[in-house]
């Protein structure tokens, strides 16, 4: 073989070996999406703004560090529909702004917001995450427990005290996005 047809083997050669590293790579991606779309089995529930997108990644609902928002296009939030991502049993009780169920600051939440309704005391949750009730009342994770509680506690604010109390304890199943 002359020169020039060595360099055509060579070229050849060359171009064959990025055809099968770039179609390996391909390969690659499509079983990383394949077990990506298997992890995140999403649960369409509602429609709603994008203020209120808050999921929890690969449903592990205390895993505050790997937070990652997902949509109708698995890489880009670019749709309004959000996914439920795991059902937890909870057991809900409820407290008012007193210095004896709070610290001396009564009215400002862990997260540093001022309590309002809606609001709610979990201990694993990152601040910001949204529950919903069985009843369809949504609550926003802002405050923090006594450290002693675990992580299936969730302490619902009140604005009164006999509101609280009346509420008692409560065992039900919450909806974490």
Same mark, same amino acid.
Request: charged share 25%; hydrophobic share 40%; glycine share 6%.
């Given at each position: 073989?002359?020169?020039?047809? &060595? ?14 590293? %770039? ?32 999921? &929890? ?72 995450? %949204? ?6 009342? %949504? ?32 065992? &039900? ?5």
């Amino acid at each position: 073989m002359n020169r020039k047809q &060595k360099d055509i083997v060579f070229i050849i050669g060359q171009t064959f070996f990025i055809f099968l590293v %770039m179609w390996l790579i391909v390969q690659l991606v499509v079983a990383m999406v394949m077990f990506y779309r298997e992890v995140y089995k999403e649960i369409p529930v509602r429609t709603i703004s994008y203020e209120r997108l808050f999921l &929890k990644d690969k449903g592990k609902v205390y895993d505050p560090p790997n937070n990652i928002l997902i949509s109708d296009n698995f890489l880009l939030p670019i749709s309004s529909v959000i996914y439920a991502k795991q059902e937890v049993n909870a057991i809900i009780t409820g407290y008012s702004s007193t210095v004896e169920q709070c610290d001396d600051t009564p009215f400002i939440t862990a997260s540093g917001d001022r309590v309002r309704d809606g609001i709610v005391a979990n201990n694993c949750l990152p601040f910001g995450t %949204m529950v919903e009730t069985e009843e369809g009342e %949504m609550l926003e994770v802002k405050d923090r427990m006594n450290r002693r509680y675990g992580c299936e506690y969730f302490d619902k604010w009140f604005s009164t005290t006999e509101e609280a109390k009346e509420h008692g304890v409560k065992e &039900k199943k919450l909806t974490v996005y």
